[in-house]
Every structure is written in C-alpha cells, then in structure tokens.
C-alpha cells in the first residue's frame, strides 16, 4: 500500500474535493483498492462517502478499537473509509496528553496491520498542525501541499515545507513530491503565481482549473465529478495529475 499525504495550512484550498474525487479516479479507473483517511474534524470526506462519524479515526488514536473494526465500506466497491467527526478534537488534546504512549506512529501502526488489504491510501488533513496530522506525516510515504494561486496559500506552503522537513526525523523515508495548484485560472496573475512557486519549490506539472459550480453540484448529490460531470475541465485536470502522482517521477 502507497500513502499519500494532502495537506496545507491554509484552508479551503480544495484538498477534500481533490481527496475523495481521486479515491474515485484511482478505484475506478485504474481498478485499485483505495482507503480514506478523514483526517479532519469537519469530516467532509466522511459525510461525501456517507460514512458513520461515530467509528471513527479517533477510536484508533485513542486505542478504544482496531484499524479493521473502524474502516467502513462505501457504496463504492473498491474504497474503504477511516471516517472523522468532532469526536477528532477531544481525542487529539487526549493523545498530546497521554505521555505514556508513543505519541506519533499509532496511525502508522494502525495501517501497517492492514496494509495487504490495499493499494493506495489517501489522508486528506486539516489545516492545521495536530497529533494526527503528526501521525499522518509519519504514516506517509508521500507529502502533497495543494495550494491557491493566492498569496495566502502560496504563504501556507513555505510554513507547511519547513514542517515536513521536521517531520523527517521521525520518518526519514517521506518525500514531498511537490506542490498541487488548485482553482488555477489563466490570467497573468494565476502564470505569476506559478513562477513564484516554481522559483521555491517542486511543482506538478498539472495545474487544476478553476470549475466551481460544477463541483459545488457534484458534491451536494454525492456524486463524483467522474460520474457528475467527465468532461468538464477538474476531471479532464485531475487525470492528468493522477498520472503524473503515480508515475512516481
């Protein structure tokens, strides 16, 4: 199993959309089996994949159940779910607390035992800097910054870069691929956002335009862009990014 990380410190950014959207791309389409991790409080992911908030990731983390009694099935055949729910919050002021444990790899642990059962794992993170992020980084194999092309989240990748690499003296083998833009519209500010961002750091080649309303629907009927709409410029995007993800360059 491949663990891929998706995180910034900014919010709204579109990790989410991207997460589950490529759960879909990656099951379907490549005929892989995926597991979710809903690794924000907010439980977005969860509630796209109708995915019961009460098992959840905070049982793992507090060692009240097994990684195999939480993951839940989808109405998709091919992808699994760790969900999330406010229970999130509690259980990550419990596990900083708690000086008795190993703190940073119950996740890593956790998915170790089921990592036979899977191809790709996918953690979609919150915006902010937490035990289970902590977890998640340590359980990856690979770190993705999605961004804006906006001075704020662009902001948000300098801070979030600097975190990774501290996080590499717990898990020396995790690589930051780079950086995902997202919501990219062809002005000359949204090419200058990506000079800037080349200029610092590893960016993807694929830029994902801008599509809201489309996306917006798709997500209110729990729907795929995929199934939604596949022609549309976010799925045609997406395609090319996931090819791009898997081919490991």
């Given at each position: 199993m491949k663990t891929f990380s998706f995180i910034n410190k900014k919010g709204g950014v579109g990790k989410t959309t991207i997460t589950v959207n490529m759960a879909y791309a990656i099951a379907e389409s490549c005929d892989l089996r995926v597991l979710v991790i809903d690794n924000d409080d907010q439980g977005?992911?969860?509630?796209?994949?109708?995915?019961?908030?009460?098992?959840s990731l905070a049982d793992i983390l507090l060692g009240k159940a097994d990684i195999r009694e939480v993951i839940q099935h989808t109405r998709y055949p091919k992808i699994d779910i760790v969900s999330s729910g406010a229970a999130l919050l509690d259980a990550n002021v419990a596990v900083i607390k708690d000086e008795e444990i190993v703190q940073?790899?119950?996740?890593?642990?956790?998915?170790?035992?089921?990592?036979?059962?899977?191809?790709?794992?996918?953690?979609?993170?919150?915006?902010t800097i937490n035990a289970s992020v902590i977890n998640a980084l340590i359980a990856s194999d690979e770190v993705n910054i999605v961004t804006t092309p906006d001075i704020y989240g662009i902001r948000g990748v300098s801070q979030m870069v600097e975190y990774i690499e501290a996080i590499k003296e717990y898990n020396s083998a995790l690589r930051f691929r780079g950086c995902l833009l997202n919501k990219f519209s062809s002005t000359s500010h949204g090419f200058r956002c990506i000079e800037l961002l080349k200029s610092q750091f590893p960016l993807f080649r694929t830029r994902i335009r801008y599509t809201k309303d489309k996306l917006e629907a798709s997500a209110e009927e729990r729907k795929s862009i995929f199934e939604y709409s596949p022609n549309c410029g976010f799925a045609r995007d997406l395609v090319q990014f996931l090819k791009e993800l898997l081919a490991g360059e």
């Open positions: 977005n992911d969860s509630q796209f994949f109708d995915a019961d908030p009460e098992k940073q790899t119950i996740l890593k642990e956790a998915l170790d035992r089921i990592a036979a059962n899977y191809d790709v794992c996918l953690i979609d993170n919150p915006p």
